[in-house]
């Protein structure tokens, strides 16, 4: 599959500039046409549903004899049930507020100008991701409302099932009026096209890295293009002196055992020193039921002994698991230095009903996501509700946290005179 | 002065771990604070005007020696009133309204969660500037004022200069109570120093390059950080069929005459066809009395015949001098059309009396300032309304256009919850 490098060099350059032209025409097109587009691509993709199929069928015997891992596997598949998913999404996209065109503000200087900032598109946004094949119809549908084109650069185990997705969708923009080229796929998952994608900086807006650490670094290391980013979700949560416990017990159990697996599971339970007694033995027991293994510090193991210890690397780490760091902190300080040096940015929690425990700790944690007697789960665009979610940043720039259809836009300044000329 | 590139390492390190230590203090220690340091610099900068000045003799003897050109030494002198102008500077900059924990937004969820979004600090900022050393304490104000600790790295002309105003301002901060840290100096300004401080992505959230595209590229291409920039800014004025004459004369003299050397300057005039017969002889005559040399295509060379020719090689061109491109379009959308293949994305004005022509160039030019009736040399924060201006920005993502303090600034998530967990 993989072309020469010279032949990389040249597809890599006209699948960019086409990207760029396409960006222009669907930036300029209006709300309602872009609408149209995306409920048209959300029927391609039901009537185009037996060829994605088919060709999910053959990503599933490469990887069946390439002996994939059976979560990897999971992620691949699609079904009826799936692609009829990913056709509700694209029109729930569809139905979300336009964000391009809104003036932001708007104010008046002392010369009689008019100032404001207006929301336009990036332009050409790059999304680089892994197995899942849903994220090629999820990413294209929530670039394309926000005005934008999009290079979609998915991993190799799903290349037949993206390419069909890809060929439904760009079929659906030429019928809505809009050029194909608004999504293109790139067409080989060779790294080194991926690295000549990265230098397209003159085409290029904005890339979206997402996956594993080692793909966003890699990304990261190579890219002139800004990059939204996040490495990994470890995510805390601190329980107050004032916690309320069993809130607190609940909220831990969600934030663990609900999905394990996602960035915005807690991956560490910081509890007061004063409630450490009380509290240690019953999470022990609500998510050692859950089959969560807890490994705690010195003083946690002096209370509850059948706690495995922690290691210095544990609070670093970003389980993805059944697995659950547990220490004892002498106050609110503390838990904010534990979560500054360990923590990824993501997203933290505490369980108080100290309304100044609250408020410092919403104040002086600079997670972008910093939540209050809630669980971590919830740093999700939809269930903030951003309506969707094109990925989460803990770059702290643009965007910072989960990122909706407004965070693939920028703002330019519009700047009304009658003549004003400057002294 | 330059170090063994080993000591670099380290003291390139140590320099990144400390701002980042400084910039947890200053973010967190309150508007007051930050306040009084800003005003402390400021009487800093006065109390040590004879240091200041004596290092800047010290620049400008190297300078004179290295036989520097006339208008860059202009731009590395300092005398009193430019002493005093950066104190005045700063105390502008204190009296800014400070944009921390400012909640931009907040709504309600349906199972009752508030959730909202809080402006915080970006953290480091890495300012990478040339000659000029008001820059250093410029820099360093808006970056207090917003929350963020400040890395500085000057050009070698302004050496002593810029040590002797970074001086003065980290002993204002140990006054006020803030880490001196705050504010750095780069100790070397050897090109490896700077390589290194550019792969420090774990303690400097954003770079911001200021000076030549030479400059601006070597900070792009290697930096691991995010890069704000503007490469350069080659704006245009189109003259539209419905424009008023004798704005169109006055905004076109004032974008291209008041300052020829800076970015927001006009470098292309588009005039409309049905116009060109009347208007260029005008335009010839206003701007070649005051000595602008005009460079036109065939059809305005029909017209004046005086015209030097232009290239194409020109309507590309940032001249940063008193010579400007001209050029006869058809309509609004042929000069659209040369906006987008020719420009920067920094600054276009379109002079009209028709609403509709307004509309379509306001919305359909994508560049970071777009003016109607306006002269190009408004694109500037301070004034825009911005209070004071780090720069530009071209790139299209979080700032695009003049940043001022906000710009230093991102928003995290807060979420305010009574116990809340994810179904």
Known sequence: MAAAPKDHESAIAELALRARAAARRVAKCGSAQRRTALEQMARALEAGRSEILDANQRDLAAAASAGLGAALTDRLRLDPTRVAAMAAALREIAALPDPVGEIVRMWRRPNGLLVGRMRIPLGVIAIIYESRPNVTADAAGLCIKAGNAVVLRGGSEAFQ?????????????????????????????????????????????????????????????????????????????????????????????????????????????????????TFLPQLFERLGGAGVELRGDDAARAIVPALKPASEKDYYEEFLDLICAVRVVDDLDAAIAHIERYGSNHT???????????????DEVASSTVCVNASTRFADGGEL??????????????AYGPMGVEELTTTKFVVMGDGQIRT
């Open 161 to 277: 099932s993206n390419h069909a997705i890809a060929d439904a969708l760009r079929g659906a923009l030429g019928e809505a009026g809009l050029p194909a080229d608004c999504v293109q796929l790139v067409p080989t998952t060779d790294r080194a096209a991926m690295e000549l994608l990265l230098r397209r900086e003159d085409e290029i807006d904005l890339v979206i890295p997402r996956g594993g650490e080692g793909l966003i670094r890699f990304v990261a290391e190579r890219s002139r293009i800004p990059v939204i980013k996040h490495y990994k979700g470890n995510c805390h949560i601190y329980v107050d002196a004032a916690a309320d416990l069993q809130m607190a017990l609940d909220v831990c159990y969600n934030a663990k055992v609900s999905r394990p697996g996602v960035c915005n599971a807690v991956e560490t339970i910081l509890v007061h020193g004063s409630l450490a007694q």
């Open 348 to 362: 933290e929690a505490i369980i108080t009903r100290d309304h100044r425990a609250a408020r410092r700790f919403m």
């Open 385 to 398: 509700g951003l309506g969707a979610e094109i990925g989460i940043s803990t770059t702290k720039l643009h």
